[in-house]
T-cell receptor
Framework: DAKTTQPNSMESNEEEPVHLPCNHSTISGTDYIHWYRQLPSQGPEYVIHGLTSNVNNRMASLAIAEDRKSSTLILHRATLRDAAVYYCIRGFGNEKLTFGTGTRLTIIP | DVKVTQSSRYLVKRTGEKVFLECVQDMDHENMFWYRQDPGLGLRLIYFSYDVKMKEKGDIPEGYSVSREKKERFSLILESASTNQTSMYLC?????????????FGPGTRLTVT
């Protein structure tokens, strides 16, 4: 049970912003929202995480809804190297994270 | 840079063989994890360990065992490999301390059991 819902796939044009949605309507008060991505032929890599407030780092931004039932990962300017499967995960800390099937992001040159 | 290495990228074994998958991390992480990844099913946790000689079952432990004799090394053991264990196996590690939320993954081992 992944406990999050994401679209199976999305497409975006190169150099444009990308908004990847995630629904986690049953999230508990202590669950963090984590995002990982998996590039082709590689293991997943951490992107960002947050609890209540919006978060920014060098890779992306995370916008969390006020009721915490959904969130959006924002890639500000997509490049071809951002083509990957993106996983939205809810959990406490860094233990026993449950990965679903994620969103396959295709970047169109 | 954190490095998680796995002993093989590709492995082919026969049904009934005992298979060892090795994972080593160089960041002094307390937690280590074994996942398997199958098309349409995402990543599923097999076992994890939060300290030397400690282990806990994940979501799909049947048919697998693990060993953690040293902090940096976590082994996944298939006692008698079966064709339904053909999969991509991913190892990960992380700190256990509060405020540490990132798991670092190895490149994966693609195991084929014939």
């Amino acid at each position: 049970d992944a406990k999050t819902t994401q679209p199976n796939s999305m497409e975006s044009n190169e150099e444009e912003p990308v908004h990847l949605p995630c629904n986690h309507s049953t999230i508990s008060g202590t669950d963090y929202i984590h995002w990982y991505r998996q590039l082709p032929s590689q293991g997943p890599e951490y992107v960002i995480h947050g609890l209540t407030s919006n978060v920014n780092n060098r890779m992306a931004s995370l916008a969390i809804a006020e009721d915490r039932k959904s969130s959006t990962l924002i890639l500000h300017r997509a490049t071809l190297r951002d083509a990957a499967v993106y996983y939205c995960i809810r959990g406490f800390g860094n233990e026993k994270l449950t990965f679903g099937t994620g969103t396959r992001l295709t970047i169109i040159p | 840079d954190v490095k998680v290495t796995q002993s093989s990228r590709y492995l082919v074994k026969r049904t009934g063989e005992k298979v060892f998958l090795e994972c080593v991390q160089d960041m002094d992480h307390e937690n280590m994890f074994w996942y398997r990844q199958d098309p349409g099913l995402g990543l599923r946790l097999i076992y994890f360990s939060y300290d030397v000689k400690m282990k806990e079952k994940g979501d799909i432990p049947e048919g697998y065992s693990v060993s953690r004799e040293k902090k940096e090394r976590f082994s996944l053991i298939l006692e008698s490999a079966s064709t339904n264990q053909t999969s991509m196996y991913l190892c990960a590690s992380s700190f256990r301390t509060a405020g540490s939320y990132e798991q670092y993954f190895g490149p994966g081992t693609r195991l084929t059991v014939t």
